[in-house]
């Protein structure tokens, strides 16, 4: 049998007292309007929130730069910042990017002298072409190799070539590891060079692009090597093999390597080529003793410094904990020339633009084609991108980078007025440069 309404404790709480007077009753029909007014206004809050949280989609950064203009290092101190769990998993696999950056380095050294004791001339390079118009910074001139007597090479340098000889392999081995994106890109005849913005079409339409979601090889959300993390089986117990065979030879080899980098007939070879290898991305031989050991962990510095080229788009997806939770995706992009076409599909949804201008490379080359001067090619790209009807409501920053390695080479003497003209007799150093290089933006659209 039901209850009756009169046995219902709610309802005999609420029941209106049974010797209600006409004013008592008037008073209580409008607190309760009142009450049900604020708690129909609380549901209100409460769809709209839920709607809100909805419709809450990431935030889209890309990061575009030219090769080595530090897109991915920018990343890594994101990654270190705000996403310290992800950083910490695959700081593991940073060891073999790290060694490979040291044999490569130590290998360089050995081809440059075994060039250099069988007598062979140094490489010339090549003259530069006026490639594209004159708004752009003069290349810089080529550098002449100063004449020298022979230099001295002996039984010890002879040793030192044979006993690293296994170094050759494990780089192979690494980089069969690692992947495609453990080589850097070098200018070949053949390939066909593009121009500093392949993704502007000069107000015509562009050619028929297949839609994002299908274009599997421009995104690559994660690397092989860091893939393999997360092997299991056979696949774990082979790489693990692989590493401990490259940790046992690296740290064998450690005194040797030691040896070759401060010799110092090694060192007045490198002077006489103009290699300044110590002030490359990815260089590691002044720290022999502490990387090439069984035992080595890389740090975040390590990590940070290592050179690991990025091809197609890399996307890395960044909560901020601290900040409601909002959810970031990263853009992280192969930065040559033959890669930036693929950048064009993520200009139509992206929030932000994060532009890398390493304003140190006045007077480098571009890996792709040494024809082309580095801060040229950063000059028309970053133009071209303020420039893009696509990117017309992007917020752009502009990041002036790599200052600390401009101060050093101003410091060793390089004239930034012998590879620009239009710097005149201005102050050789590293605020002066920064101002000019800020005019960058005046000569973009817009600049936050
Ligand atoms: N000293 C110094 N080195 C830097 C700086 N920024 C980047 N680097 C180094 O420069 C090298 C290249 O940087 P990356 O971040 O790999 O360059 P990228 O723009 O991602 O290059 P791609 O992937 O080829 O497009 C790395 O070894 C970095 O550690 C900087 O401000 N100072
Ligand atoms: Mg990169």
Same mark, same amino acid.
């Given at each position: ?18 010797? &209600?007077? /006409? *004013? &008592? ?8 309007? =009142? ?54 998993? $695959? ?29 062979? !001339?140094?490489?010339? +390079?090549? &003259?530069? +072409?006026?490639?594209?118009?004159? +708004?752009?910074?003069?290349?810089? !001139? ?65 050619? $028929? ?38 940790? $046992?030879? %690296?740290?064998?080899? /450690?005194? =040797? ?20 290898? *110590? ?8 720290? %022999? ?25 890399? &996307? ?15 853009? =992280? ?17 992206? =929030? ?5 201008? !390493? ?8 890996? *792709? ?63 002066? %440069? ?7 933006? +005046? ?6």
């Amino acid at each position: 049998m039901g209850r009756s309404i009169d046995e219902d404790p709610l309802s005999l709480a609420i029941a209106p007292p049974p010797n &209600e007077t /006409a *004013e &008592e009753r008037e008073v209580r029909l409008k607190t309760e309007a =009142d009450a049900r007014k604020v708690s129909d206004k609380i549901d209100e809050q409460l769809r709209a929130e839920k709607a809100a949280l909805k419709k809450k989609r990431p935030i889209k950064v890309l990061l575009l730069g030219q090769s080595e203009s530090g897109k991915s290092t920018t990343l890594k101190n994101f990654q270190i910042a705000y996403a310290a769990d992800a950083w910490a998993a $695959e700081r593991a696999a940073w060891r073999a990017v790290i060694q490979l950056n040291l044999v490569r380095n130590v290998n360089t050294i050995l081809d440059m002298l075994a060039e250099e004791m069988s007598g062979s !001339p140094l490489p010339s +390079e090549a &003259e530069p +072409e006026d490639t594209e118009d004159d +708004e752009a910074p003069a290349p810089p !001139p080529r550098a002449l190799p100063a004449p020298t007597s022979p230099l001295q090479f002996t039984e010890k340098h002879a040793l030192l070539k044979l006993r690293l000889a296994p170094l050759r392999r494990i780089q192979k081995d690494l980089e069969d590891r690692i992947g495609a994106s453990s080589g850097e890109e070098t200018f070949s005849p053949s390939t066909p060079v593009t121009s500093a913005a392949p993704f502007d079409f000069g107000g015509s339409p562009p050619p $028929e692009l297949p839609k994002k979601r299908h274009q599997e090889f421009f995104i690559r959300s994660t690397q092989s090597w860091k893939a393999d993390l997360a092997a299991n089986g056979l696949a774990k117990k082979n790489r693990a093999a692989q590493d401990r065979e490259a940790t $046992e030879i %690296v740290a064998g080899c /450690a005194d =040797d390597m030691d040896a070759v980098w401060r010799d110092a007939t090694v060192q007045e070879m490198l002077r006489r080529r103009g290699v300044r290898m *110590e002030l490359t991305g990815g260089f590691f031989l002044a720290e %022999v003793a502490r990387i090439a050991t069984r035992d080595y962990e890389p740090s975040d510095d390590d990590i940070v410094r290592a050179r690991l080229r990025t091809l197609g788009v890399q &996307e890395y997806k960044i909560k901020f904990e601290k900040q409601n939770g909002s959810e970031w995706y990263f853009y =992280d992009v192969g930065g040559s020339r033959t890669q930036r076409m693929a950048w064009y599909p993520y200009f139509d949804d992206c =929030d932000a633009i994060i532009f890398l201008a !390493p304003i140190n490379c006045f007077d480098e080359r571009l890996a *792709e084609d040494p024809r082309v001067n580095r801060l040229e090619d950063t000059y028309r790209l970053w133009k071209s991108v303020c420039a893009s009807k696509l990117l017309a409501k992007t917020q752009i920053i502009l990041f002036l980078n790599k200052c600390d390695l401009l101060d050093k080479k101003l410091k060793n003497g390089v004239r930034v007025k012998d590879h620009i003209h239009t710097f005149g007799d201005r102050p050789n150093n590293v605020e002066t %440069v920064q101002r000019c290089a800020s005019g960058f933006a +005046e000569h973009g659209v817009r600049c936050v």
